[in-house]
């Protein structure tokens, strides 16, 4: 664990944090970007499945977004992971995603992760392909929304990483 690794406290975001995680997925330069109303309804409706780092004045840094599928209650649906620009690089994202399915398998029985990736996203696709990796867990990918699909020109296609059974970290089948 790096040291700013160990200077970040992981928790479930509250309300309040709502407009700093709006910013940070807007200075990503990378995420769609939903409305600030939104990210306060996540913050509200979906803090459990989600967790945000803080600094160490308490400060949102990094959050991952989630939710648990409806139709496939084993399934945690990783919707946005973002890193504010001053800690990129020091393994957040990584971090994250390790204590949000820690949490996730713990209270809602969570063995499988999906997401979607656009094919340009090369961040992305080596966090999950390393998280994956780690777990010991399959990483199937395959189109999930045709670029076609979306309203707005230019939005590139979404791919669904599936990724599961998720094992213990270093634990393979």
Known sequence: MTAAQTAVRI???????GAAIWRIARDSEVLDLNSSYSYLLWCRD????????RDDGG??????????????????????????????GQGLAGLLLEALT???????????LETTVSPDNTPSDRLFASYAKRRGASLDR?????????PDDGHQPEVLYRIGPLHPQGESL
Not at 142 to 150: I, K, S
């Open 11 to 17: 928790e479930n975001p509250r309300v309040e944090d």
């Open 46 to 53: 979906f803090a459990r499945t989600s967790v945000v780092a």
């Open 102 to 112: 820690a949490k996730v398998s713990t209270s809602h029985g969570v063995t499988w």
């Open 59 to 88: 400060a949102p840094i990094a959050f991952i977004t989630g939710y648990v599928r409806p139709d496939r209650p084993g399934t945690l649906v990783v919707w946005q992971v973002a890193v504010d620009h001053a800690h990129r």
């Open 142 to 150: 395959e189109l999930l929304f045709d670029a076609g699909l979306f």
